[in-house]
């Protein structure tokens, strides 16, 4: 079973992604790799626009995801129906989309569909249950694990050097 992704219709699922857009990728790689990790797949996914300059077309993240983009003057749809047509497994390959047209297509090539929110809810019931769970009020104040400091750093911003 692989899944292949929608970048896109996945992250406008949530409110104001369009406001910064290689954030909201890069939210939306992080959460992909968490569940993939969890579950123990191997996800692809396609976006639109123009490659990342840190994740080229085809580039691995985090040993989980492969990252794919449109082609110059197309869109994620007809790369999508590209990697469709040359999958081998079509029965056991779950496609993320919201696009009518594309699932109506990857359907009748023989690939399963799954709507974006429905795949956001699974994501996002996956991300929260097998975290840490949330503070109490006596854990206010209480210094965080090493790895949550680290990650929390990286998201504001912060250097090591900063930090001292």
Not at 30 to 36: P, T
Request: hydrophobic share 35%; charged share 30%.
């Amino acid at each position: 079973m692989s899944y292949l992704i929608d970048g896109n219709n996945v992250m406008a699922q949530r409110v104001g992604w369009h406001r910064d857009k290689p954030a909201a990728r890069r939210r939306l790689m992080d959460e992909l790799a968490q569940f993939a990790q969890v579950k123990g797949l191997k996800l692809e996914v396609v976006f639109d626009g123009a490659p990342e300059n840190h994740f080229p077309d085809g580039a691995s993240y985090r040993g989980f995801i492969r990252v794919f983009y449109a082609a110059r003057g197309s869109n994620a749809d007809e790369r999508i129906k590209q990697m469709v047509e040359a999958s081998r497994e079509r029965r056991t390959l779950f496609v993320v989309t919201s696009d009518r047209a594309l699932a109506e297509y990857v359907r009748h090539c023989g690939a399963q569909i799954i709507r974006a929110g429905d795949f956001r809810r699974r994501l996002d019931g996956t991300n929260t249950t097998d975290q840490s769970p949330a503070p109490t009020a006596h854990d206010k104040g209480a210094p965080l694990p090493p790895e949550n400091t680290a990650h929390w750093m990286r998201y504001f911003g912060v250097t090591e050097e900063e930090d001292e």
